[in-house]
């Protein structure tokens, strides 16, 4: 792991199966090899791998959302290895103005840094959202009309998003690909079943897939993954001044949370002991029961 400094982060990246052989491999009885071994890491790995390169050869005109946080960094890790060190479709960040100044010099560096065709949207002023939503939520849900817009103006058919199962009840309902309506709605009740890793990748005409690549995630294994392979993160992550941040956001519905982790084998030890829920410090998620859902069913990520 490392924060925004002067090494560069292009180089470390590498495709699957690529790593050098070991020069004398061992040889069992009949002359096979040993079967190769897999940690659970690199379990994950692979199995997101695949599901960025389904989704790939499967959908006309992807898109990969970057919110800039740990999971979408994850995320656009895993589809530059998936690709072999660049990845082919564009990151959309859909900017709402209001995140921290952290955030937006890591975009400005590692935007570049990767390689990525960077596309940056903007969201619709406050007066244009739902105004029976909870503060919060309606401040949230200016992402969900930037989206719409971005999915008008570019005309994708799937949108690569970093949400984990483990996160957010509502977020545990979804499936690896999830259908979204002409209007970009989310139907919780009517998902495809997905059985053996057959993915329905057919979104009807005027319609996109959402494709959750790390939804078999947990926060514990982002950031063990992070730390194997030394991904960089946004400072605010670790700890100062006895606070720090586990779940980044817009500055002003977002805060951090008591911690002393200075560092990801600090954090990942604090995880192991905790009962605060990741997204604590989300003024989102201490509104009205249903207000997550609603933004979901409505689009939001």
């Not at 040889?27 to 692979?46: V, W």
């Not at 989704?55 to 970057?66: D, P, S, V, Y």
């Not at 600090?266 to 410090?281: C, Q, S």
Request: charged share 30%; glycine share 6%; hydrophobic share 40%.
């Amino acid at each position: 792991m490392h924060l925004l400094d002067n090494e560069s982060a292009s180089d470390r990246v590498r495709g699957p199966g690529l790593q050098q052989p070991p020069s004398v491999p061992q040889i069992f009885a009949a002359g096979r090899l040993p079967p190769p071994s897999m940690d659970h890491l690199d379990e994950l790995e692979a199995q997101s791998i695949y599901i960025l390169r389904e989704a790939f050869a499967r959908l006309k005109k992807l898109a990969l959302l970057w919110s800039l946080g740990k999971d979408s960094n994850v995320m656009i890790w895993l589809a530059r290895k998936a690709f072999f060190g660049r990845v082919p479709f564009p990151a959309l960040h859909v900017d709402t103005g209001k995140k921290f100044p952290e955030m937006y010099a890591f975009r400005d560096r590692y935007g570049k840094e990767w390689e990525l065709d960077l596309k940056i949207e903007p969201c619709p002023p406050i007066d244009a959202v739902d105004p029976t939503l909870p503060p919060a939520a309606r401040s949230a849900a200016r992402k969900t009309e930037g989206l719409k817009w971005a999915l008008t103006k570019y005309g994708f058919d799937g949108l690569i998003a970093g949400i984990r199962r483990d996160e957010e009840a509502t977020r545990a309902k979804e499936r690896v690909f999830s259908p979204r309506g002409l209007e970009g709605g989310w139907d919780v009740r009517d998902q495809p079943p997905e059985f053996w890793d057959q993915f329905n990748a057919s979104p009807p005409p005027g319609a996109h897939l959402r494709i959750h690549p790390i939804l078999h995630w947990t926060e514990a294994d982002i950031w063990a993954y992070t730390k194997r392979e030394n991904i960089p993160i946004i400072p605010l992550y670790l700890a100062k001044d006895g606070k720090r941040y586990r779940s980044l956001g817009d500055q002003d519905i977002t805060n951090p949370v008591a911690s002393t982790a200075s560092d990801i084998d600090e954090i990942l030890t604090e995880l192991d002991g905790t009962k605060v829920p990741e997204r604590a410090g989300r003024a989102l998620d201490h509104e009205t029961e249903d207000a997550f859902e609603r933004l979901r069913v409505a689009g939001y990520l």
